[in-house]
């Protein structure tokens, strides 16, 4: 294929050698020559300036070159803006845009798609149209169209001056003029975002923070903490889902430091701060305790100007359980440590926590119906794990069941393999949970519960589900055997809750999602809230899942995680690409899905220097 070369420099070779021969032929006129000679003798046409007289404002005009239309199905909404050549570099999907209507109200929108379209009838898929491309610095955006699609969200009105919102029940008007949303209120306003709460973070578009015209420039995104509109959300449980470094922790830190000195009102008139219990498997919680030495004086009082709670919390206890072969000895957090043990006596109201994943019904029943009762009987609630083992051991009593047809032999022989394994767990060296309960739950403080130095995973689990499970049933009891735990507004946080709740064929799985999902149904009348931390969001169990009402979705790359955890499409597809500290808040009874960016500063001391 012949080389084009630069079409643009034709030289015309007749021409040039008709002005070799003919010195005396004048130059030709340029088209300025043209114009000056035309003006001189007063024929010509005078220039007209082709830019609309006036200032523009605003991103562009709604067309309807395609129709518009505000359907209550949102794939029926046509809802399409020119966007003016100047605007365009500015314009991102995502980006909230408001339209007015003629009697004042407004429709809040958010673009969901942009276009390029040709204005003119042109092929420029061809070889000279590429060429001409490749040697041009840009394009004219005059002889393109860009359209945004927009995405209604709500109709923006105002009532007795203050500023609400519906949903959208009207069509605009063709060529309305489309700006961008840069007022705090009405952004919020459009989002259904509470102006006070529990700081989450703040309101971002394609990870860059909103910026409105209002100081600080920043959109503070709030969790509701009253009872305005119902219960606190802390009390409908949270999920924090993402991977191995999206900043689950650090953000996790952010959070729990706002609810801690807040007071929530119980069913008998009183008003406690909240106590929180966190489950730390890898030992980082208690670092909370201290400040962050990396957190600048500018941070701290940007923090205090948004009302954002900073600094290490003093009433943070490291609750250390007491594991035979283990030891807890760290230099990277200032928290008091308590040692507690598991007394064997908590088998009692939740026989699972010795039966493992093994036993299977007839087993299990075995070991409820007639083992564990009758060692009650005779050696009395506060028996040991070893006297247990021990009551077992009688060959007597295995004839005895057997004979009257209570256990068959293969049975008792079964369980009493398979309650083994648990000497390391109960009746330790140190004071029993049940009888440091006062400090356990402390209205206003921070409890830690690091299983970092339990290096095997059926120990960990089991001290984590005794605590866990004694906390919910005091909770649900409605005669408690410890008061102040059914009387203070308590959240349950579990640092990689997958491991303790998914939803599995096993006697042990089935009892822990039953019990876990009782407390999510009933957490909004008794005070208590689950904040559960996961990378595996898909193996929680569907029942205690379905109670989670805010989720906060940080960067995940697993394709059935992120669908698991059941965000809208168009933030589903987000969520791979996301930095340390994005994430995507979906709350129905807060706002509408959000992406936020946290702060960059933990609140309290973070990792290990």
């Known amino acids: 294929m012949s ?106 929108c958010r673009i969901c798609s942009l276009e390029y379209a040709q204005e003119f009838r042109a092929d420029d898929a061809t070889e000279i149209h590429a060429r001409r491309a490749m040697r041009q610095e840009g394009i004219d955006e005059q002889d393109f169209k860009f359209i945004a699609e927009l995405e209604p969200v709500a109709v923006l009105y105002s009532d007795d001056g203050e500023l609400k919102r519906r949903m959208t029940d009207r069509v605009p008007k063709p060529e309305t003029v489309v700006r961008e949303a840069t007022d705090k209120s009405e952004i919020k306003t459009g989002l259904k975002i509470p102006e006070d709460g529990v700081f989450l973070g703040h309101l971002s578009v394609g990870g860059e923070k909103v910026q409105t015209s209002a100081e600080p420039p920043t959109i503070d995104y709030r969790l509701k903490d009253d009872y305005s509109e119902g219960d606190p959300l802390v009390f409908r449980h949270t999920l924090v889902a993402g991977g191995t470094g999206s900043g689950k922790t650090h953000s996790s830190k ?36 201290d400040d962050n030495p990396a957190m600048t004086d500018e941070f701290a009082r940007r923090c205090e100007r948004e009302g954002v709670a900073c600094g290490g919390y003093d009433d943070t206890i490291a609750f250390v359980p007491k594991v035979a072969g283990t030891d807890y000895n760290v230099s990277h957090h200032r928290a008091e440590q308590v040692e507690f043990t598991i007394p064997f006596s908590l088998v009692h109201q939740n026989p699972w926590l010795i039966a493992g994943s ?20 005779q050696y009395g609630r506060e028996a040991t794990y070893d006297q247990f083992l021990s009551f077992l051991d009688d060959p007597a009593l295995k004839e005895e069941l057997h004979e009257a047809g209570d256990v068959h032999e ?47 995973s059926r120990t960990a689990s089991t001290v984590v589900l005794a605590v866990s499970s004694l906390l919910i049933d005091q909770k649900l009891s ?17 640092d990689e809750a997958h491991n303790f709740l ?97 702060l960059s500063t933990c609140v309290t001391r973070h990792g290990r220097d």
Do not use: W
């Open 254 to 289: 952010n959070v729990l430091r706002q609810y801690l000195g807040r007071t929530y009102e119980m069913s008998d008139g009183r008003s406690p701060e909240l106590a929180v219990v966190q489950f730390d498997p890898q030992d980082e919680y208690a670092q909370m305790h």
């Open 410 to 456: 293969a049975t008792f022989d079964a369980v009493k393999r398979r309650v083994r394994g648990f000497g390391a767990v109960f009746d330790q060296d140190a004071v029993p949970i049940t009888d440091q309960v006062s400090q356990l739950v402390r209205a206003g403080g921070l409890t830690v519960i690091p299983t970092y130095h339990i290096t095997d």
């Open 502 to 598: 998914t939803d599995a064929d096993s006697v042990q799985a089935g009892k822990v999602i039953g019990k876990f999902t009782e407390a999510a149904k009933q957490g909004r009348k008794e005070r208590l809230g689950l904040y559960l931390i996961t990378q595996d969001p898909q193996d929680i169990a569907d029942p205690v899942f379905k109670q989670i009402n805010t989720t906060m979705v940080l960067n995940l790359g697993d394709e059935d995680a992120i669908s698991a955890v059941n965000i809208p499409k168009n933030l589903e597809s987000k969520v791979p690409y996301m930095e340390k500290g994005q994430r995507v808040v979906y709350s129905p009874d807060n706002s509408e899905p959000v992406e936020l960016i946290g």
């Open 478 to 494: 409605n005669d408690p055997r410890y008061d102040r735990i059914k009387e203070t507004p308590l959240v349950l946080g579990m």
């Open 358 to 377: 093994s036993l299977n019904d007839n087993q299990y029943g075995a070991l409820v119906n007639t083992f564990l009762p009758r060692f009650k009987r």
């Open 3 to 108: 080389d084009l070369g630069d079409f643009t420099d034709f030289d015309d070779g007749d021409a040039a050698d008709a002005g070799d021969a003919d010195d005396e032929t004048p130059p030709a006129r340029t088209d300025q020559t043209v114009d000056e000679s035309a003006a001189a003798d007063g024929d010509g046409f005078e220039s007209l300036d082709v830019e609309p007289a006036g200032t523009d404002s605003g991103l562009g005009v709604l067309s309807a070159a395609n129709g518009l239309r505000i359907s209550e199905r949102d794939d029926e909404c046509v809802l399409r803006a020119y966007v003016t050549a100047q605007n365009r570099s500015a314009v991102r999907i995502g980006k909230y845009l408001l339209v007015p209507y003629p009697d004042g109200e407004r429709l809040f």
